[in-house]
């Protein structure tokens, strides 16, 4: 599972189209006379658009000129693709429709090729609908093609669509920086790829004015030929392992970290979408809707700018300042002192018996509101106060509540006395500070602010003065002082409130999404610790009155023996008998101890015990593993189903030696948080945290792989394209007919159809061993019995039966036949490139995994290379990567041999022994945003500061796996402070072991 350095942060400029987005001055009209009126005036431009950036217009985009289809044969079976040659390309990100079509030369149709399915290939052009762009985005993307050549490398399965270069980045429009290139060894540039057009895949976004291509690759800095594959793979009810493991060309080799922050915010997008939809569904029914108010909503592309707008529209609400003096006729007034201020008499609009209305300083008020609401929702004034805030010295505060809630502990008060007169720059905050701060504020300990400088109120004010808002012709005196008086509102009433929840808003949100992914990265890190097989274990739970509860397994998992031991009660010589006979009789040498209560004393005993060689013959070590859910999971209907009529107290144990064995197969069991590996985790969104959790969870164990006929149904759940009833009636299944003899037999499982067989059969693997042994003796069976086995040039076993009842499917008399590609990583869609590759380098499938093979896959990549290989067998690199792995790998391999085993001990360490200076080893239990904890054989976990976690300090392989440290580490450390009244140690990190 590789994945990729964490990519800088580039901001991408999209050309702004001038048409494209009105200005807010008309939102709160009430009726269709005010919007007849709000079209008579314009605020002024502070300066005319760049006129080098292209201009687009709001019309229907254009259809590009269509070539004819030509389809293209494959030695796969498979149905060829439409390719279109461009001659000249740009960024999707930057041209409108209308000006890609224009730079398009003439199509170049490649020679058609014979086939017998010439009819089904060629796919009808895809109807013309008005979808967002998403869709005309996909029209530009597609794979690269090399000079004129007609062999297209394909990835398994093949899509049909159209070819585009991409656009070198010189060619960019001037004034905007190139768009990020993430950085691959196999694929630097990445191929554009199209997808099937398919008129249901965009409904969210078809009716917003943005494009959500374009403004997924803005936020996540993905280039948006990629983006627009991402969101097609994900319509597609793609699983994120499939997408990253056989679908990389696509992608442009992303990991699943990075994807995973694609979907979350392009599901963010969606919501706001139908947000919007049903904001506008509301207003209409009220009779409220105009035409500038629809396309402000349109133009919303976050929740922030959605409530600033649809606001005032609020059922059950009396209506803002400015919409009741719009009531009362003052909004002629107000534009009235923009456009022509020398024909303005306020005097005129006097109503004695009118309230509102009854003197001139109620006018004067009236006019007030409604050119603060003007400028608060006009978007370029809005803009300008944001750039102005990006480059000054805006802080958040916090500070003690002075009225604090009865109920407030004192020790919660004492855990932010760090935050009772805090101050920080919002570009230079932690997101571990944003979550504290947010803690403490909802707890009412805390009041928190966000100061904007007077020095930007006095800059906007008179910008807003000078340019945006200054009135066209002379005005007098008392008018300008209106003016300004509306400008100070409507910064201090309106402005000011909305600049302060989006920067709350953005930073919980990103502080939020970080501690989120620390936490799923936590949990990949201590799900894909190395297994420890092949040994007996004495799982231990600690206990004080209650005893220490005691569980031996056997290599298999099973369970061998449970007893309780009461070590601290003044019993501890007389249970050591127990222990070592229980050692003894079942020749188990390693001791696996909980870290729950007594864990220290617990540790302590056996480290003496072992120090005094108590146990010999034996040469007995221990090592300590989270507890962490251990105690949930055991009285679980799972748990009860796996172990009936156990006690509770004992599954514990035996779930906590089983953490050891398999850590991968025993932590699915247990819900993800309750796992205790994450920052805050319930501070944050829980539908995100779970999301997020249980999608690594799925990668975890979808990369590790599983033999379909000896693993769990819990295990098997969590498996790329099933749940739990797939997984249900697959065990069932395989209790009803026997072991699955090879991949395909999976397709007869009941609720299991091609796209779900197409997302899990890559990781599910089939033990040849044990298969080639079952086909042996139902062989040898079948010679005594009344059927016939008849071998079909196929390659399968065709049983003729007694006749009886008629079979409806011929395929029900097929005996299947075991495939040693099943026992791989590769994908049944690639098995055909597979036998061809096999047959170019002389190989055979007896020979999958052995040194044989790997000697002959490394010397014919020696003389032709992997590309040009690639190129011959029509398909792509990484796809022809998972293959050589595949035919490379070992029956028993196991990337999880990559990562840290647990740290098994002899002896432990003191407090008292511990000194400034001092260099131990020691355990990562937990990484945070502001430091890693380790436990270093003390009982008080230490802490290494982030600051101390350098580059330099990590291996290549860490940061090539871009993990950083994770729980079950283990590292080199030195001791820098130690403070014993608050049993606090702080640590400097040496080396990663």
């Known amino acids: ?36 009126e709000d079209s008579a005036w314009e605020p002024q431009k502070k300066v005319p658009r760049n006129p080098k950036q292209p201009v687009c217009k709001e019309s229907k985009a254009k259809r590009a000129p269509r070539g004819k289809k030509n389809t293209l044969k494959t030695s796969d079976g498979l149905e060829g693709m439409v390719i279109k040659e461009l001659n000249s390309s740009v960024l999707i990100a930057d041209v409108d429709l209308e000006d890609r079509k224009n730079k398009l030369d003439t199509v170049q149709t490649l020679k058609p090729a014979k086939t017998k399915r010439k009819n089904s290939a060629q796919s009808p052009s895809a109807p013309r609908t008005k979808k967002l762009k998403v869709e005309e985005t996909n029209k530009t993307s597609n794979f690269k093609s090399e000079g004129n050549s007609t062999e297209i490398p394909s990835t398994s399965t093949l899509w049909q669509g159209a070819c585009k270069k991409e656009e070198d980045e010189d060619d960019c429009i001037s004034g905007q920086p190139p768009l990020k290139k993430i950085k691959t060894e196999s694929c630097p540039q990445g191929q554009p790829v199209r997808f099937p057009a398919d008129a249901s895949n965009a409904t969210e976004e078809a009716e917003m004015n943005w494009d959500i291509v374009q403004v997924l690759s803005e936020r996540t800095n993905i ?41 979350q915010t392009l599901e963010e997008l969606r ?21 500038c108010l629809l396309r402000a909503l349109l133009n919303c592309k976050t929740f922030e700018e959605l409530e600033h707008v649809s606001a005032p529209y609020k059922t059950g609400s009396k209506g803002t300042k400015a919409q009741r003096a719009r009531q009362l006729g003052l909004e002629e007034a107000a534009r009235t002192l923009l456009e022509n201020p020398g024909m303005l008499n306020l005097l005129s609009y006097i109503r004695p018996s009118v309230k509102g209305l009854s003197t001139l300083q109620d006018i004067e008020t009236g006019v007030q509101h409604i050119l603060a609401d003007m400028i608060a929702k006009d978007k370029e004034t809005l803009d300008f106060i944001r750039k102005l805030c990006q480059n000054r010295y805006i802080a958040i505060q916090s500070s003690l509540a002075k009225v604090s809630s009865k109920n407030v502990n004192e020790k919660d008060v004492g855990k932010f006395h760090l935050y009772q007169n805090f101050s920080c720059n919002i570009r230079n905050i932690q997101h571990h500070q944003i979550l504290a701060i947010n803690r403490g504020e909802n707890l009412k300990i805390l009041t928190v602010k966000v100061n904007i400088p007077d020095g930007v109120k006095n800059e906007f004010c008179r910008w807003c003065i000078q340019n945006r808002w200054r009135p066209r012709r002379f005005a007098r005196p008392e008018l300008m002082k209106i003016l300004h008086n509306s400008i100070d509102d409507s910064f201090k009433r309106l402005i000011y409130p909305l600049l302060c929840r989006e920067f709350r808003a953005k930073l919980t949100s990103d502080a939020e999404k970080e501690s989120v992914m620390m936490f799923g990265r936590n949990l990949r890190q201590l799900l894909l610790t190395n297994p420890v097989p092949g040994r007996t ?51 188990c040498s390693t001791v696996v101890i909980g870290n729950g209560t007594a864990c220290r004393e617990t540790e302590a005993y056996f480290a003496d015990l072992i120090m005094r060689n108590y146990f010999a013959p034996l040469d007995v070590v221990y090592c300590i ?45 247990i819900e993800p948080k309750h796992i205790g590996v994450g920052m805050y985790q319930h501070d944050v969104s829980q539908t995100l945290l779970k999301a997020t959790l249980d999608s690594v969870v799925e990668e975890c164990v979808s990369f590790v792989g599983v033999d379909i006929n000896i ?18 009636n697959i065990i069932e299944w395989r209790e009803k007919n026997g072991p699955f003899i090879n991949r395909e037999q999976l397709k007869k499982v009941k609720g299991l159809g091609p796209k779900s067989f197409q997302q899990c059969a890559g990781f599910i693997r089939i033990n040849q061993d044990y298969i080639r042994k079952l086909c042996s003796q139902h062989t040898e069976s079948a010679g005594s019995s009344q059927r016939v086995a008849v071998t079909s040039p196929a390659g399968v076993e065709v049983t003729s039966e007694k006749p009886g009842k008629k079979k409806s499917k011929t395929a029900a008399n097929v005996v299947p036949k075991p495939d040693p590609l099943d026992q791989t990583c590769i994908h049944p869609e690639s098995y055909n490139i597979a036998m061809r590759f096999l047959s170019f380098i002389g190989g055979t499938l007896c020979e999958i995994g052995k040194p044989e093979m790997q000697q002959k896959i490394k010397s014919f990549l020696e003389k032709e290379g992997i590309e ?73 976990t230490g802490l290494i500061p982030i600051r101390n976690v350098t580059e330099a300090k990590l291996s290549k392989t860490k940061r090539r796996r871009s993990l950083g440290l994770g729980p079950g580490e283990r590292v080199e450390v030195r001791v820098i402070n130690i403070d014993v009244p608050r049993s606090r140690i702080t640590l400097d990190l040496i080396r990663v072991l």
């Open 625 to 669: 593993v989270s507890e962490a859910g251990a105690s949930i999971y055991s009285v679980s209907p799972e748990a009860n189903k796996e172990m009936p009529g156990l006690d509770p107290n004992l599954r514990s144990a035996v779930s906590i030696a089983r953490r050891v064995q398999d850590p991968l197969a025993e932590l699915v069991k």
């Open 868 to 940: 040009k290989l690639a190129e011959r067998l029509q398909t792509t690199v990484p796809t022809l990567q998972i293959i050589i792995d595949g035919l490379s790998q070992s029956e028993s391999f196991d990337f999880r041999t990559d990562f840290s085993q647990p740290d098994f001990k002899r002896s432990i360490v003191c407090l008292q022994d511990l000194e400034v200076g001092t260099i131990l080893t020691g355990k990562v239990e937990n990484a945070t945003l502001f430091g890693i904890f380790v436990d270093i054989g003390v009982g008080i």
């Open 537 to 587: 274990l004495m799982g231990v739970d600690p206990g004080y009155k209650h005893g220490c509860k005691l569980a031996i397994i056997s290599p298999t998992s099973q369970i061998l023996h449970t007893d309780v031991v009461y070590l601290h009660c003044g019993q501890g010589f007389h249970e050591a008998e127990k222990i070592k006979r229980l050692l003894l009789n079942f020749n």
């Open 711 to 728: 693993c769990s149904e819990v295990l098997l759940r969590h498996i790329a394209g099933l749940n739990a009833n797939r997984a249900k």
């Open 271 to 291: 919501a706001v979408a139908k947000k919007v939809r049903g904001t506008i569904q509301k207003i209409k029914k009220e009779g409220k809707m105009s035409e």
């Open 1 to 36: 599972m590789s994945s990729l350095p964490r990519r800088a942060k580039l901001k991408v400029q999209p050309a702004v189209p001038i048409d494209e987005f009105s200005s807010f001055s008309e939102l709160s009209s009430a009726s269709e006379e005010d919007d007849k």
């Open 223 to 263: 280039e948006p030929w990629v983006c627009g594959n991402i969101i097609r793979l994900f319509n597609d009810d793609n699983t994120i392992p499939f997408i990253v493991r056989y679908r990389k060309e696509l992608i442009n080799n992303l990991d699943a970290d990075y994807l995973r922050e694609v979907q």
